[in-house]
């Protein structure tokens, strides 16, 4: 005890790298939630080559493995409850789309930390129990902190979020139960090449940024990028969402194909929305912009807004099939007019 003096303890801020005042630095840390005693938990690898599992897994129960050139782990809890997870090294991260690949017990990811996942590809399918991620912003594909990763091969999962925080099953107005409830989600300044059906069934996000992102093409890779299809957002208020500065390249060489953003606003409840300066027009005009199912059954919650879809898209030719349809809520100005055209100065419809 000090006589005295006295001391104000400072207040503990969420630096990168941190969550609670703990600092996880380049470790992949998340919660995993057991329910019983003697549970196991299993971590099913996502198809990445096995020579991207170097890394080091600390269970949070006082055991640590080193595990090199295996994909899947299992683990068994004596005691229930919460356990911290961390791994660290280079760790191509696991998939759960099916319930035999992964315990679909997690909570909360703490720190994404720097073990260059192969992929982010149904990392996070039907865990209805997560409901907290960092954002997510310049993740480094690229490095773990064993140093650079292996050269990609062709796999479709290269920098991939498809399904990454989905539900497998939806119902008609796009709500479900199986899918995670995160409130808060951002994904920012991050090349990908999928980021399709990314929070699909997500039911309680409140804000959502999506912005700085860049798209490249490569020959084998669909270039669907339907993002939130039949989300169906249902906060109560609506939610803010900034999608801006996201960026469609083509790869040189690569066979290009249709840009779909189907249906990326549809049944959702929107309170805000920017969309402004998104840009594909870098791409093939000769290939279509699929934008059918726009705010289809979409209910904005904010009275008079004015949305204007600010996309630079060139010559290419644009499906907006079943746009606006049954736009539900209250007075709302879509404004189409701030595209920026090309060299034709025209909307091919």
């Not at 630095?25 to 196991?40: K, L, R, V």
Request: proline residues 4%; contains cysteine; glycine residues 10%.
């Amino acid at each position: 005890m000090l006589l005295g003096n006295t001391y104000t303890i400072p207040n503990i801020v969420n630096l990168p790298g941190q969550s609670g005042g703990i600092d996880y630095g380049d470790d992949f840390a998340f919660i995993m939630q057991t329910d019983a005693p003697n549970e196991t938990i299993k971590l099913r690898g996502n198809g990445a080559p096995a020579s991207w599992y170097n890394y080091e897994v600390d269970w949070g129960d006082g055991n640590v493995e080193t595990v090199v050139n295996l994909q899947t782990k299992e683990h068994t809890y004596a005691d229930a409850g919460d356990h911290i997870i961390r791994i660290s090294g280079q760790y191509g991260g696991w998939r759960s789309d099916n319930i035999a690949y992964t315990t679909r017990k997690i909570t909360e990811v703490l720190n994404w930390g720097k073990t260059g996942f192969y992929s982010f590809y149904a990392m996070f399918n039907d865990h209805d129990r997560l409901t907290k991620v960092p954002d997510i912003i310049n993740y480094p594909w690229e490095e773990s902190s064993l140093g650079p990763v292996p050269a990609r091969g062709g796999s479709v999962l290269n920098y991939s979020f498809y399904r990454a925080f989905a539900a497998t099953s939806i119902t008609g107005g796009g709500a479900t139960a199986s899918g995670p409830k995160l409130k808060r989600f951002v994904l920012k300044d991050t090349k990908f090449e999928s980021f399709t059906d990314l929070l699909r069934g997500v039911l309680t996000l409140e804000y959502l940024e999506v912005t700085g992102n860049i798209h490249g093409h490569i020959n084998y890779l669909s270039t669907s990028s339907n993002m939130f299809y039949y989300a169906g957002f249902q906060s109560p208020e609506g939610t803010d969402i900034i999608f801006k500065d996201n960026v469609w390249t083509a790869t040189a060489g690569a066979l290009q194909r249709d840009i779909s953003l189907q249906g990326c606003m549809r049944k959702m409840k929107i309170k805000s929305l920017d969309f402004s300066n998104n840009d594909v027009s870098s791409i093939d005009s000769s290939k279509e912009l699929i934008a059918s199912y726009w705010f289809n059954g979409t209910e904005f919650t904010t009275p008079n807004m004015e949305v204007p879809w600010g996309m630079k898209i060139g010559d290419h030719r644009i499906d907006f099939g079943f746009a606006c349809q049954q736009i539900l809520g209250n007075p709302t100005l879509i404004d189409f007019t701030a595209a920026e055209l090309g060299p034709s100065g025209r909307i091919n419809v």
